[in-house]
Each structure stands twice: as structure tokens, then as C-alpha cells.
């Protein structure tokens, strides 16, 4: 028994914000960049049409497992991969454009063996192999102490679970 199973998607989302006339401006906007006060003197943005945040245009996905008999054991042995890209996003409904994360790709590999029963099942793992950094979230705005007049800004983010390379192995049992 030897095959090879290959598995992949791919999403296109033109995910917009319908209406919001008194939208929030980002901190430093001008009017240049469309900031204006309202009536309220409030400082506000038209923000229909614009890209919704933390929505890809694209993603794709891509996998595949090699499986093959080991001949004269009680096993099979197997190695797989997973390929993982999306486009960038904007974490900011505002459309904060310090808060823009560029496209990224996350590859994922695994060996192993499994009964031939189906009841056990060890994989050895590196996921993130090529330790692509990316983040969850990205957040800015104002930090630290500033100057009279002066408002310094600064841009957070938090790393996602699998943000940086790590390995291991695991062991499913099915009963």
C-alpha cells in the first residue's frame, strides 16, 4: 500500500464595510487622508466601501501525506506537509496604515507511523518551519511620555500561537 493524498483550498473575500458615515480616524489623520470634525466636533471618516479589517483578499491552503507499507511490520510510515498563505490585511477598521500586516506563508511538516489497525498513530512535527513571524493583532496609538504638543505613537502586536517555529510529537490513539 503506497499512495500519496494531496488536499488544498483557496478563498477570495472582497469583504467591505457597507455604511458608516461618522467612522473613528486614526490617530494622526488628516483631512488629506479623509479625516474631517462633524458637528460634534468629533474628528470622523466616511469609511463606506473600504476593506473591512483583519479580512484577506486571498488565502490558500495546501497539504499533502505520502503513506507507505513498511513491509514485514506491524506499521505504515507516513510524511506530510502543509502550506498555509494569506494576503495582507489591515487590523484597523479606521485603516490605520501602520497597522498593516503583509502577506505571509506558514509551512508545516510531519513523519511518522501508524498501525496497521488504525488504532495508533506517532508523528514527529516542525510547524512554522521557515519561522515566518506574523501577527494576531496590531494595534497603535499613543505611548510613553511625550513632549508639550507632542503626541508619540506607537505600534504593538501580538504574536500568534504558532507565530514562531516549534517542534514536537504527538500521539493520537482511537479507541
Known amino acids: 500500500m503506497s499512495n500519496f493524498t494531496l488536499n488544498g483550498s483557496f478563498a477570495y473575500t472582497k469583504a467591505t464595510v457597507a455604511e458608516f458615515p461618522n467612522g473613528p480616524c486614526y490617530t494622526g489623520q488628516t483631512l488629506a487622508q479623509g479625516c474631517y470634525i462633524d458637528a460634534t466636533n468629533s474628528k470622523v471618516q466616511n469609511l463606506k466601501g473600504k476593506p473591512l479589517n483583519n479580512v484577506p483578499k486571498f488565502k490558500v491552503n495546501l497539504g499533502g501525506e505520502y503513506d507507505h507499507e513498511l513491509p514485514g511490520l ?102
Open 74 to 175: 506491524p506499521v505504515n510510515g507516513f510524511v506530510g506537509f502543509a502550506y498555509r498563505w494569506q494576503d495582507d490585511v489591515n487590523f484597523s477598521l479606521s485603516q490605520d496604515p501602520r497597522t498593516i500586516q503583509g502577506g505571509y506563508g506558514i509551512a508545516d511538516f510531519g513523519v511518522g507511523i501508524n498501525d496497521n489497525n488504525g488504532h495508533y498513530k506517532v508523528t514527529a512535527f516542525i510547524d512554522n518551519a521557515f519561522d515566518k513571524n506574523y501577527a494576531s493583532s496590531i494595534g497603535n496609538g499613543p505611548a510613553g511620555f511625550n513632549a508639550p504638543g507632542v503626541i508619540p505613537l506607537g505600534t504593538s502586536w501580538t504574536p500568534a500561537r504558532d507565530s514562531f517555529r516549534y517542534f514536537g510529537a504527538r500521539i493520537d490513539v482511537s479507541f
